[in-house]
């Protein structure tokens, strides 16, 4: 098969070969870089030569073999079938052409080996005489000097012989001159041929070989990019990245055949060309001619040109390798020690140089003996840089060198904490190994405010809540004494997020849930993390909510994912959601989500996607709810979440329950979680869902129990707030199920009694069990409020268990009419839920598609028809309010109510109210 892009070449030597047979000797030269085809260039004419009956002899020289005196020479005569006695007188002549050398200082010369030289060359015209004949030298740059001269001695004597002699040699980029042009350059015979690198089209054609045309058309501008055009890295790429048998590659894998292939272009090379590669190997992106040449200690103009070799050869592009796989073989040909030390080296070289501090951390965590000044500080810098670029792994490699170097106790304690807090974004399960030593150098005075707030916050984290009640007494006392208004601030944060998050860790340090007014700045001026609990504070015991969403917003708005904002996106995130703003907590949860995402960080992610799982159950959203809970369970594992998962936990428990999927939430409920996770707001969460599920399953004894524990805890902890857990409305709907109205109604009282923090979606809920609890009569108007309360909430899920209750009451009472009508609304709001036992609940035929979509989008186009005062009127139609009741609720008379509806009914074209949509009800509260 013939070389790619060499048929001018092929041409030119069998035309020279012609000459020869002729009886005109001639002298081919093919010359360029290591590895560009010259032997397969060379072969391939000789094979075709042998095909048209020459005779070929041949020799291949090595830099191994080049002090082998007449090896070359020897090779020639002996690649062909001589008869015996000229075999013999071969031998003879070369023996005494060795031993004059060998007893000569000087280049053999005189009477002796002029005997030599003719009687080798009578052999030659031997045997021309019976057939035209081939010699070729391959890389005859190395053959050793005796034999070089015999060549040449040949070479003067073809004039009139049926002799082609054609030899290879390396020749590079810069033009200088072989060793063996002095020789040759000016003789008459002699050809020149110089072939380099494929060009991109001779790659695709290449490739095409064997994948085919289009496979190659694909491939072959990669294949080049890697390669450089070199054939042997070429036909690398191509063997690796072949699949099975009759299976063209999708794309170029530079796997163990490049790798191997690098290395043995290397070999072939002269040793200052594998040095460069290597040191540029070593020094990466960084290196230059000048730093090179410092570093290895070779002149710059000697680096200069084995770069432009190895660029030739196609190894580099400029002073970068062409694919990272080529650098790495070129590494793994260092071993470890010289590894280590030429990292070293670097390391050095570099920072002295004023170098990026995450470029010489790297050649430190090359070279983990070194024992240098500048690494501690390089290394720390560098993680700092690595976690702001979201490069979790490198900066925790960095930090966990860093500790392993510093020998004084604060700065190890220092490393270490910074360690925890990297390591944290990826597995929260490893801050644990970290725990006890923090532990340890905060009770032996080596940790500083910062590291004993990261041990508190991971202890936490952790369920180590006696340890951390320990710690905070500790970072109070230091706040005191510290004198710095920050960091008394911080602690001031610290101890609202207990109050609210871990109300049991101040129990066990005797504080309330308020601190001490140290801190005099206004809102504006804290931190964002002091803003964040400030504002969850104010929802859940002052009842002021409109501020403290304005504040949640700006903190979002503000906030970064790092490991330092835990508490602050957690707080912000849920006064929003407490005070009832779900719509606005999902907008910053899914934009705080996706960058979370973005930045590959699976801690964010899984919290992330619990507070979102925890919105979409307050919207009544169980799909929604469901979706993120998972995420937040598989993200990481459960136990990585320490008492957080806690929420997640409880989410997907009410979530499977409220959709009817029994055995799934049964599954969840076996799942172990940490015994301190019921010291924090998250066992409150926890202890609500777990309580629900007891009422589906119909045990409301052990959901009553579950509800009187919440609320023993929340009564503990001085957090008894109906936003954060309304435990009363859950008793009263077990007592309910128990048949004891007085008891439930007794507990619903109670809760409406309370001075703070109420919610629409607790005043909905409210209402609905007071119904519930009352007389028959007595419930149409509390479950319509109550319906209305719920929509505007934003909780469809209890606004589906409030139309399904006043749907049934409507009923008992014998208004069948409205009845259906409410059903048919209830059915639609508890599919949309995905609550499909609530929507079973239902009787009536409504309990299917309600129409399906294409009827509702009908109704809706209808519905854009009526005005805002027509819409308000039709929606409380809908939800069964009498015409006396509509006048009272929005302050007209009853006449302009009658008036409205004949307008509605004539637009919507139906006969009466009991065939207004369903889904006018969303109206009800516009």
């Not at 090896?71 to 005569?77: A, K, R």
Request: aromatic letters at 6%; one cysteine or more; hydrophobic letters at 45%.
């Amino acid at each position: 098969m013939s070389p790619i892009e060499r048929e001018n070449e092929l041409a030119r030597l069998t035309d020279l070969l012609s000459e020869s047979m002729q009886g005109r000797g001639r002298v081919a030269m093919i010359t360029g870089p290591t590895a560009t085809g010259k032997t397969e260039l060379m072969h391939a004419f000789s094979e075709q030569a042998v095909d048209s009956g020459v005779t070929w002899l041949s020799a291949t020289c090595s830099r191994a073999e080049q002090n082998l005196s007449l090896g070359t020479v020897s090779q020639i005569f002996h690649s062909a079938a001589l008869p015996p006695d000229s075999a013999a007188h071969v031998a003879r002549l070369l023996e005494n052409a060795a031993s004059h050398a060998e007893h000569s200082e000087s280049q053999p010369e005189g009477l002796e080996w002029l005997h030599v030289t003719q009687g080798l060359w009578s052999v030659i015209l031997d045997l021309s005489r019976t057939n035209p004949l081939l010699i070729t030298v391959d890389d005859v740059n190395y053959a050793d000097s005796l034999s070089w001269r015999l060549v040449v001695h040949f070479v003067n004597r073809l004039k009139t012989a049926n002799v082609l002699i054609v030899m290879t040699a390396t020749e590079w980029p810069e033009g200088a001159e072989l060793p063996v042009d002095a020789d040759l350059m000016h003789h008459p015979h002699c050809h020149r041929f110089k072939v380099a690198s494929l060009s991109p089209d001779g790659v695709t054609r290449l490739l095409a070989r064997d994948l085919g045309e289009s496979a190659a058309e694909e491939l072959g501008p990669s294949c080049y990019e890697i390669s450089g055009g070199n054939p042997l890295l070429a036909g690398a790429l191509l063997e690796d990245s072949q699949g099975a048998a009759g299976q063209e590659p999708v794309k170029l894998v530079a796997g163990n055949t490049f790798s191997r292939s690098v290395r043995s272009l290397l070999h072939r090379c002269d040793p200052v060309m594998s040095r460069v590669a290597r040191g540029l190997a070593v020094l990466g992106h960084n290196a230059s001619t000048a730093l090179l040449s410092e570093f290895l200690g070779v002149q710059p103009g000697v680096v200069e040109q084995a770069l432009n070799r190895l660029g030739a050869i196609g190894v580099l592009d400029r002073t970068l390798f062409r694919h990272p796989a080529a650098r790495s073989a070129v590494l793994e040909e260092l071993d470890p020690g010289e590894r280590e030390e030429a990292h070293g080296r670097a390391a050095a070289l570099l920072h002295a140089q004023g170098v990026a501090a995450a470029v010489v951390a790297g050649h430190l965590l090359g070279a983990p003996g070194l024992r240098a000044s500048f690494a501690p500080a390089v290394l720390h810098e560098a993680a700092g840089q690595a976690l702001a670029d979201d490069q979790h792994e490198f900066a925790i490699q960095c930090l966990k060198l860093a500790a392993e170097l510093n020998v004084d106790g604060p700065r190890r304690t220092l490393a270490r904490a910074r360690l925890a807090r990297a390591e944290w974004q990826l597995n929260p399960a490893a801050v644990a190994r970290h725990i006890g030593p923090l532990t340890e150098a905060t009770m032996n005075g080596e940790a500083g405010p910062n590291e004993m707030y990261t041990l508190f916050r991971f202890q936490l984290w952790d369920g180590r809540l006696d340890e951390a009640a320990e710690v905070f007494e500790r970072l109070v006392k230091g706040a005191d004494e510290a004198g710095h208004e920050d960091f008394a601030v911080q602690v001031d944060a610290a101890h609202h997020w207990l109050s609210h998050s871990y109300p049991s860790v101040l129990l066990r340090t005797g504080r309330n849930a308020a601190p001490p007014p140290r801190a005099k700045r206004a809102i504006h001026g804290l931190s964002l993390q002091a803003q964040a609990v400030t504002a969850m504070s104010a929802v859940l015991r002052e009842d002021t909510s409109v501020d403290a969403v304005k504040t949640a917003e700006r903190v979002l708005q503000s906030v970064t994912l790092d490991d330092s904002h835990l508490e602050t996106v957690e707080s912000a995130l849920l006064a929003l959601v407490y005070s009832d703003r779900t719509d606005r907590a999902v907008l910053w949860c899914d934009v705080l989500y996706h960058e979370a995402t973005e930045r590959r960080s699976p801690t964010w992610r899984a919290l992330l996607a619990a507070f979102r799982s925890c919105i979409a159950i307050r919207q009544g959203d169980l799909m929604t709810a469901e979706e993120y809970a998972g995420i937040a369970l598989t993200v990481l594992p459960p136990r990585s979440l320490g008492v957080v998962v806690a929420l997640p936990l409880a989410v997907m428990l009410r979530a499977t329950t409220e959709m009817g999927k029994y055995d799934a939430a049964t599954r969840y409920l076996r799942m172990p979680l940490p015994d301190t996770a019921f010291q924090t707001r998250f066992g409150l969460h926890y202890l609500d869902a777990r309580a629900r599920y007891y009422l589906a399953a119909d045990h409301p004894l052990a959901a009553l129990k579950d509800f009187v524990t919440c609320g023993r805890l929340a009564r503990e902890w001085d957090l008894d707030v109906p936003m954060l857990t309304p435990w009363r409305q859950g008793a009263a709907a077990a007592l309910l199920q128990m048949g004891e109205p007085g008891q439930a109604l007794q507990y619903v009282e109670q809760h409406s009694s309370l001075s703070s923090g109420h919610s629409l979606r607790t005043k909905g809920v409210s209402l609905r069990l007071r119904a519930a609890a009352s007389d028959l009569r007595q419930r149409p108007s509390l479950l319509r409020e109550s319906v209305e309360v719920l929509q505007t909430s934003g909780d469809h899920l209890e606004m589906a268990y409030a139309l399904v209750d006043l749907a049934r009451t409507l009923e008992e009472l014998g208004e069948s009419s409205r009845a259906q009508m409410i059903e048919h609304r209830a059915a639609t709001v508890a599919r949309s839920c995905g609550a499909e036992p609530l929507r079973s609940k239902l009787t009536g035929v409504s309990t299917g598609d309600a129409g399906g979509n294409g009827a509702e989008e009908a109704d809706r186009g209808f519905i854009s028809a009526l005005s805002d005062a027509e819409q308000r009127v039709a929606s409380l139609a809908a939800l069964g309010y009498t015409n006396r009741e509509i006048a009272r609720k929005i302050f007209i008379t009853v006449s302009t109510v009658e008036q409205h509806l004949t307008r509605i009914y004539r637009k919507l074209n139906v006969t009466g109210r009991k065939d207004l949509p369903s889904h006018l009800t969303q109206k009800a509260v516009c």
